[in-house]
């Protein structure tokens, strides 16, 4: 599968994959990493086994960028990714990094589209394979929001809200996989450009 980094309707081929540090054990893994570490907040991690040169590159730098995998799983039972060189196939299903922000003061939301005809929004259409949790303030209590690895369907519709104070910035965007593609847009944009 493709991977996608969104971030704020920015989006970028490829996530980023940083080391891991098992203080216990005193060694290093290439992992996944969303959210963030403290009170209010929490960390998602999905271990990433690298390509053999990936992970000499990891070694030296302390990150890689990977652009395709397929998800395995650890001994315990819990999901992982596995490095390809290449998709398998071009089209259908995506995995999608959510670096989702949130306003101040704010939130954030991801979902599925909103029902044209009553209004109302729809169930988010990925599977979540990792999630952390973002937040303002000391205690985390000034405004937090999620951040998600989902594994998105082809042609799924969906969207990712932010609230709290945006300093102009769009309060959501919607996107939809095409073809092992990702299209991104702000509503005024979908509506303008009948996009999807």
């Not at 999905?46 to 001994?75: C, D, M, N, Y």
Request: proline residues 4%.
């Amino acid at each position: 599968m493709k991977i996608f980094s969104l971030k704020n309707g920015k989006i970028s081929k490829g996530a980023t994959v940083a080391s891991l540090e098992l203080k216990g054990a005193g060694i290093s893994i290439p992992a996944l990493i969303i959210g963030e570490e403290g009170r209010g907040r929490s960390r998602g991690v999905l271990p990433v086994q690298l390509t053999e040169s990936q992970h000499k590159e990891w070694k030296e730098k302390g990150e890689v960028t990977i652009g395709f995998a397929k998800i395995g799983e650890t001994r315990s039972g819990k999901p992982k990714l596995l490095s390809l060189p290449s998709s398998e196939n071009e089209e259908g299903e995506v995995i999608c990094v959510f670096n989702t922000q949130i306003g101040f003061r704010g939130g954030n939301e991801h979902t599925g589209d909103i029902d044209k005809s009553s209004g109302l929004v729809e169930p988010f259409p990925g599977k979540i394979i990792s999630s952390g949790v973002i937040a303002q303030g000391a205690a985390g209590r000034m405004g937090y929001g999620d951040q998600l690895v989902a594994i998105i369907p082809e042609h799924a519709v969906f969207r990712t809200a932010y609230s709290g104070r945006l300093y102009g910035e769009p309060a959501e965007h919607f996107f939809k996989v095409d073809d092992g593609q990702l299209l991104v847009a702000t509503l005024e944009e979908r509506e303008a450009a009948d996009l999807f």
